[in-house]
Every structure is written in C-alpha cells, then in structure tokens.
C-alpha cells in the first residue's frame, strides 16, 4: 500500500512564501511523474506543477515564475516553493505521484495526498 503525506500549508499575508512538501511511502519500485494540483472552492481541482523522474518540470501560466517544484527521489519527495503568494492562490493543495509500486512491468498508478489548506489573506 502507498501513502502520500503532505505538509506545509497554512495562513499567509499577501507577497508571502511557503512551501510544501509530500512524501510518499509503502510499496514502491519506480515514482514516475510527481506534481501538484488545488483545488479553490466552488471550482475544478487544476494542475500547479509536475515534475518527471528526470527533473522537468511544467507550470500552469498562473505560477510561473512565483512557485518552483522540485523533488529529492532519494527521500520519495516532491516539494513546492510558493513565493510572492496572491490571494488567488487559496486552496487546497493535493499533491500526487504517478508510482509503480511492484516492478518494471507494473501498471503506474496515480496516488494523492489528503490534500493541506493554503490561505493567502491579510
């Protein structure tokens, strides 16, 4: 079995930094993709960022140049640094990972955190 474990989130003043962070654990042989979603109320869960197992990475347009994803695949963990938050950046953040848990023929399946509360208010 695989869990993610997100942390990080919290209450912020506009301009604002923080970062989040999700490890994953269990039974795992490969994590391919890793990235972040939210999800603000009343509206679609959208893509913030992924990252390959190989270090590229992709933004939605709203981020670029404000957050930047990274991962330590020793630790099974993919971060998210948060900078010069907007209000608009409220949400839940869920983090996921695309992970073949029993091998080099195993299907990859995506996994997600239990989601952690990002609040950007003054």
């Known amino acids: 079995q695989v869990q993610l474990v997100e942390s990080g989130g919290g209450l912020v003043q506009p301009g604002g930094s923080l970062r989040l962070s999700c490890a994953a654990s269990?039974?795992?042989?490969?994590?391919?993709?890793m990235g972040w979603y939210r999800q603000a109320p009343g509206k679609l869960r959208d893509l913030v960022a992924h990252?390959?197992?190989?270090?590229?990475?992709n933004y939605a347009d709203s981020v670029k140049g404000r957050f930047t994803i990274s991962r330590d695949n020793a630790k099974n963990t993919v971060y998210l640094q948060m900078n010069s938050l907007k209000p608009e950046d409220t949400a839940v953040y869920y983090c996921?990972?695309?992970?073949?848990?029993?091998?080099?023929?195993?299907?990859?399946?995506?996994?997600w955190g239990q989601g952690t509360q990002v609040t950007v208010s003054s």
């Open positions: 996921y990972a695309d992970i073949q848990a029993y091998g080099p023929r195993s299907i990859p399946y995506d996994y």
């Open positions: 269990g039974s795992i042989f490969s994590i391919l993709t």
């Open positions: 990252i390959t197992s190989g270090g590229s990475t």
